[in-house]
């Protein structure tokens, strides 16, 4: 079990383990606000803590967009109006190549969507999305902000869609 003192000070860590995160957030439930705010915090324990969190932690996370409709109901991420206005003129000047690429469906139960794939400029993020939501594999290698090392690694797989997404980067 994390002591308490150990808790406050990770919580505070911008730089904590999300694994630590989790922990705090399962065994001092009264830390899930402070968890849900902490930048390393990822999105599947965003959606734990919506979830199963205490009230002053629902609340945190609904002011940041994520909610449950009911006791343990299921999480969906709302996007603001001015996010929405935003991506749907980047949308709108897409060129027409990457308009072809057709968008996965994300079923990871993680979180991660399509939109963070191809968005994203956290780099461990972006490590995150290719670690365990294979779906988004495509989206990550269309993402100009994806690390080498990883388009490298990306490459190496042979799956069709990801090597017509890196195709596309060039």
């Keep these: 079990m994390v002591d308490y003192d150990a808790a406050v000070a990770a919580v505070q860590d911008p730089n904590a383990d ?46 940041y967009g994520f909610t449950a409709e009911a006791f ?24 027409a190549a990457q308009a072809a690429f057709e968008e996965p469906v994300a079923t990871n139960p993680y979180g991660f969507t399509a939109e963070q794939a191809l968005t994203t400029t956290d780099q461990m993020q972006i490590a995150q999305i290719a670690q365990y939501a294979p779906e988004l594999r495509a989206c990550i290698a269309r993402n100009p902000n994806t690390y080498p090392a990883l388009i490298e690694w990306l490459g190496q797989l042979g799956d069709p869609a990801i090597n017509a997404a890196l195709a596309s980067r060039q």
């Design 72 to 95: 343990g109901g299921p999480v969906q991420d709302q996007e603001a109006p001015a996010q929405a206005a935003l991506r749907a003129a980047e949308q709108a000047q897409q060129p």
């Design 18 to 63: 999300p694994i630590l995160l989790a922990k705090i957030a399962y065994e001092n439930p009264e830390f899930g606000a402070n968890v849900a705010v902490n930048p390393r915090c990822y999105p599947g324990l965003k959606r734990w803590i919506a979830e199963f969190g205490d009230d002053r932690a629902r609340e945190t996370l609904a002011q």
